[in-house]
């Protein structure tokens, strides 16, 4: 728990986005934040692995959208900072976040390469100076189907290709990850950067607080036009994306090693020797990835050696790693509004719970009711408030808890919850199928078990 000598600031929405020239002061001090429209050399991230050093307090993290941060900076550094930055001459993403995936044009199963898409919408947003006029984390997601999922990926709006009769199409979806967001039709390529821009330039005229969730279907007809063709329809696929870890293909010879930070943080001293050690295998490009990834691309000797020099440091290089099924935000004392250190709950999760942290579910662990790792539901997040450690089931962590525990049973409440799955799953079943099987009242009677 925060000391009494620091005391917790309250929250605020959601919706401030730090960038290279807008730190945006936390815990720790200043956060500055940087993305890249391509790939940069394992020499690149070892600079600005310096450079973290050498500002702030060496701590980098990979946001869930693939975004580097420098943390503790002071305004003074964090001036140096942005100076230094910029003369290393990076492909830095500026104005509006249109995401593709790091695979796109190099991915053999890929539908699309959304990269053209994504250029024209950015070009023209640029021109439009729509980023000064939208909310400041509207994004766009261009995903063009393959390897490396984005289906989790927050987008405003969504174009999602797929094959029909050997044309290729677009599937227009608003609001949220694809699971949630609102399918309005779909489009074809030649129409598909227009559509995303009108559809912008609406949001923009509401002001700065209008988002993708706010559109209906009958908005997206009435800016959409003709343009829409709800009458085109994809087959069902049973197709499955794989998780950004491990070895992955990425085009004739060449393949991709994906390794993510632990909870989404790393020293940059560590970062720094798996990039070198990138750099001696002969490895040219890498690209920070969602999910609080890193993708290297190089022959496929060299990823795999580098695949086990990231585990060796503590990278998680598996989907089935226990911490992978853990979302945590940065927490005491990075962030002033946490009221706990997540990331040594987290640790101790990944740990005494590493037997249903199975991948079926993500368990959130936030410092405060903002919910900043994850905006999405989960079925099972806490988080710190001035009364202790909330928890909600099968809910969001700014939602209505279903019940508060003192700080002092953090780790035991934990601890049930282990002995809960060990006691009551059945063979083959998944930690969220016995969840739902259990019910809110099961599971909230076992986290407040007197000791």
Same mark, same amino acid.
């Given at each position: 728990?925060?000391?009494?000598?620091?005391?917790?600031?309250?929250?605020?929405?959601?919706?401030?986005?730090?960038?290279?020239?807008?730190?945006?002061?936390?815990?720790?001090?200043?956060?500055?934040?940087i993305a890249f429209e391509a790939d940069i050399?394992?020499?690149?991230?070892?600079?600005?692995?310096?450079?973290?050093?050498?500002?702030?307090?060496?701590?980098?993290?990979?946001?869930?959208?693939?975004?580097?941060?420098?943390?503790?900076?002071?305004?003074?550094?964090?001036?140096?900072?942005?100076?230094?930055?910029?003369?290393?001459?990076?492909?830095?993403?500026?104005?509006?976040?249109?995401?593709?995936?790091?695979?796109?044009?190099?991915?053999?199963?890929?539908?699309?390469?959304?990269?053209? =898409?994504?250029?024209?919408?950015?070009?023209?947003?640029?021109?439009?100076?729509?980023?000064?006029?939208?909310?400041?984390?509207?994004?766009?997601?261009?995903?063009?189907?393959?390897?490396?999922?984005?289906?989790?990926?927050?987008?405003?709006?969504?174009?999602?290709?797929?094959?029909?009769?050997?044309?290729?199409?677009?599937?227009?979806?608003?609001?949220?990850?694809?699971?949630?967001?609102?399918?309005?039709?779909?489009?074809?390529?030649?129409?598909?950067?227009?559509v995303v821009l009108s559809l912008l330039l609406? =949001?923009?005229?509401?002001?700065?607080?209008?988002?993708?969730?706010?559109l209906d279907r009958s908005i997206i007809k009435?800016?959409?036009?003709?343009?829409?063709?709800?009458?085109?329809?994809?087959?069902?696929?049973?197709?499955?994306?794989?998780?950004?870890?491990?070895?992955?293909?990425?085009?004739?010879?060449?393949?991709?090693?994906?390794?993510?930070?632990?909870?989404?943080?790393?020293?940059?001293?560590?970062?720094?020797?798996?990039?070198?050690?990138?750099?001696?295998?002969?490895?040219?490009?890498?690209?920070?990835?969602?999910?609080?990834?890193?993708?290297?691309?190089?022959?496929?000797?060299?990823?795999?050696?580098?695949?086990?020099?990231?585990?060796?440091?503590?990278?998680?290089?598996?989907?089935?790693?226990?911490?992978?099924?853990?979302?945590?935000?940065?927490?005491?004392?990075?962030?002033?509004?946490?009221?706990?250190?997540?990331?040594?709950?987290?640790?101790?999760?990944?740990?005494?719970?590493?037997?249903?942290?199975?991948?079926?579910?993500?368990?959130?662990?936030?410092?405060?009711?903002?919910?900043?790792?994850?905006?999405?539901?989960?079925?099972?997040?806490?988080?710190?408030?001035?009364?202790?450690?909330?928890?909600?089931?099968?809910?969001?962590?700014?939602?209505?808890?279903?019940?508060?525990?003192?700080?002092?049973?953090?780790?035991?409440?934990?601890?049930?919850?282990?002995?809960?799955?060990?006691?009551?799953?059945?063979?083959?079943?998944?930690?969220?199928?016995?969840?739902?099987?259990?019910?809110?009242?099961?599971?909230?009677?076992?986290?407040?078990?007197?000791?």
């Amino acid at each position: 728990m925060v000391a009494a000598a620091d005391p917790v600031q309250p929250f605020g929405r959601r919706g401030l986005c730090p960038a290279l020239s807008t730190p945006m002061r936390t815990g720790d001090g200043f956060l500055s934040r940087i993305a890249f429209e391509a790939d940069i050399t394992p020499r690149a991230m070892m600079a600005l692995c310096d450079l973290a050093e050498r500002h702030g307090n060496g701590l980098i993290d990979i946001t869930a959208r693939g975004s580097l941060q420098f943390r503790g900076l002071s305004p003074e550094s964090a001036c140096a900072l942005e100076k230094d930055v910029l003369v290393l001459g990076l492909p830095l993403r500026e104005g509006l976040a249109v995401e593709t995936s790091p695979l796109a044009g190099r991915d053999d199963t890929e539908v699309a390469d959304g990269r053209f =898409l994504a250029g024209e919408i950015r070009k023209e947003a640029e021109r439009l100076a729509l980023h000064e006029r939208l909310a400041a984390k509207t994004s766009v997601v261009i995903d063009g189907g393959g390897s490396f999922s984005m289906v989790d990926l927050l987008a405003d709006i969504r174009l999602k290709a797929f094959r029909l009769n050997g044309r290729i199409f677009w599937r227009l979806l608003v609001g949220g990850p694809e699971s949630k967001a609102l399918d309005a039709g779909a489009v074809e390529t030649g129409a598909a950067a227009d559509v995303v821009l009108s559809l912008l330039l609406y =949001l923009a005229g509401k002001g700065p607080l209008a988002r993708g969730r706010d559109l209906d279907r009958s908005i997206i007809k009435a800016v959409c036009g003709d343009r829409l063709l709800d009458r085109v329809t994809e087959k069902e696929t049973a197709w499955s994306p794989s998780a950004p870890l491990g070895l992955m293909a990425a085009g004739k010879d060449f393949f991709a090693a994906g390794a993510a930070l632990a909870f989404g943080q790393v020293r940059s001293s560590d970062l720094s020797r798996l990039c070198q050690g990138a750099d001696m295998l002969g490895i040219r490009a890498l690209r920070p990835s969602a999910n609080h990834g890193m993708l290297f691309f190089g022959p496929e000797f060299a990823c795999n050696t580098l695949l086990e020099i990231a585990k060796a440091s503590g990278f998680i290089i598996a989907a089935g790693d226990a911490r992978s099924s853990i979302a945590v935000c940065s927490g005491a004392p990075g962030c002033a509004s946490a009221f706990l250190p997540t990331h040594e709950l987290a640790g101790f999760a990944s740990r005494e719970c590493a037997s249903l942290l199975d991948g079926s579910f993500t368990l959130h662990i936030s410092g405060c009711g903002k919910g900043c790792a994850r905006p999405a539901p989960s079925l099972l997040a806490f988080y710190g408030t001035a009364e202790g450690l909330a928890f909600a089931i099968s809910g969001r962590a700014d939602a209505p808890h279903d019940g508060i525990l003192p700080f002092t049973q953090q780790r035991t409440a934990l601890s049930r919850l282990a002995r809960l799955h060990e006691k009551e799953h059945k063979p083959g079943e998944n930690a969220a199928t016995l969840f739902a099987r259990l019910g809110k009242e099961v599971i909230g009677a076992a986290l407040r078990q007197d000791d």
